[in-house]
């Protein structure tokens, strides 16, 4: 860990750089907007009802880990008013695309971070969550790497005290060897069951599935992506 309890990359950092491209004028006004509006702080402690994050009535409350552009997250976002959802993302350009495109058509159903996963599944109060969703993590390909793979079984743990009883853990990925790891991390933590009937269902998408750009891209270069739905035991 840091001096100031952040992860360190060499140790936990699950995720890789920070920026890509210069973030323009007008995105990095949004960004700054959109963090004051709808970031969280987690200098202070977590409500025990999570709902009362959001300025409008929610059923429940969601996460989703690494949203990249937020085609998904936005999708979601607009289809499901009545769900809380919490989107983190540490990649700056993701944050501010999907800030910008907020603060154009704004979503008071939305909470973001823009750090490392991990601090805010620590923040959170026990069984609060009632989905979690991980769509296209870095798979650290080489295997010296595969400590910083998002799911292990510390994560695991992480994810199984955040979620409630019959929640779900949604996990999507074109690369085999990382859904392999995925399902043999699962099964072995004991907390989630994988939902499916079949191996065939993995080929089907999650109801309602808007589909991303990585996923497309997949796609046209040949990688057939999974869809893994695990239920909190």
């Not at 700054?32 to 059923?59: H, M, N």
């Not at 823009?114 to 295997?143: F, H, N, Q, T």
């Amino acid at each position: 860990m840091t001096d100031d309890g952040r992860p360190s990359r060499a140790t936990e950092g699950f995720f890789g750089r920070r920026r890509g491209k210069p973030v323009r004028a007008g995105q990095a006004e949004a960004l700054a907007a959109g963090l004051q509006r709808c970031g969280l702080d987690l200098t202070t402690p977590a409500p025990a009802d999570l709902r009362e994050l959001f300025p409008v009535p929610v059923s429940q409350v969601r996460l989703e880990i690494g949203f990249g552009g937020g085609e998904h997250l936005f999708h979601t976002l607009t289809e499901e008013p009545e769900v809380g959802f919490i989107g983190v993302e540490p990649f700056v350009n993701g944050m501010a695309k999907l800030m910008a495109r907020v603060q154009a058509e704004p979503r008071p159903n939305l909470r973001v971070f823009d750090d490392d996963a991990i601090r805010l599944l620590d923040w959170l109060p026990a069984g609060s969550l009632d989905r979690i969703v991980l769509l296209y993590p870095d798979p650290w390909p080489k295997k010296r790497h595969w400590k910083r793979r998002f799911v292990s079984q510390t994560n695991l743990d992480r994810m199984a005290r955040a979620l409630r009883s019959g929640g779900e853990f949604r996990f999507a990925s074109d690369i085999n060897t990382y859904v392999n790891w995925t399902l043999l991390h699962c099964r072995a933590h004991g907390a989630f069951k994988w939902t499916a009937r079949e191996a065939a269902d993995w080929d089907l998408p999650f109801e309602g599935w808007p589909g991303t750009r990585y996923e497309a891209k997949a796609l046209r270069e040949g990688r057939r992506p999974a869809y893994l739905t695990f239920r909190r035991r």
